[in-house]
Nanobody, 122 residues
Framework: QVQLVESGGGLVQAGGSLRLSCVAS????????LGWFRQAPMKEREFVAH????????FYADSVKGRFTISRDNAKNTLYLQMNSLKPEDTAVYYC???????????????WGQGTQVTVSS
């Protein structure tokens, strides 16, 4: 099993930056695909980015491509999401998740963190 705990959310002005972290525990962390998802009020949970177990392959939603960067440090059991040029529409609860395969559909992810709120003011 994998347990995930996110941190780093907060309130930021449009154009600003935040870095989210997700600390994981569990023996399968190093072999898992890790992803970031987000969910805004009254909206479905949506894919943001995912990263392969080695960190060598990443994939982003079009809405964040060029602004967000996903990375991982397997030695520290930590996943990151660097978010730059933030927009009000990025406001959401952000979740990290673990899966055995790289997919954008949240149904493929077996383990989830509790989420961290990101609010971008205009």
């Amino acid at each position: 099993q994998v347990q995930l705990v996110e941190s780093g959310g907060g309130l930021v002005q449009a154009g600003g930056s935040l870095r989210l972290s997700c600390v994981a525990s569990g023996r399968t962390f190093g072999s898992s695909v890790l992803g970031w998802f987000r969910q805004a009020p009254m909206k479905e949970r949506e894919f943001v980015a995912h990263i392969s177990w080695s960190g060598g392959i990443t994939f982003y939603a079009d809405s964040v491509k060029g602004r967000f960067t996903i990375s991982r440090d397997n030695a520290k059991n930590t996943l990151y999401l660097q978010m730059n040029s933030l927009k009000p529409e990025d406001t959401a609860v952000y979740y990290c998740a673990a899966s055995q395969i790289a997919r954008t559909n949240p149904q493929f992810y077996q383990y989830w963190g509790q989420g961290t709120q990101v609010t971008v003011s205009s």
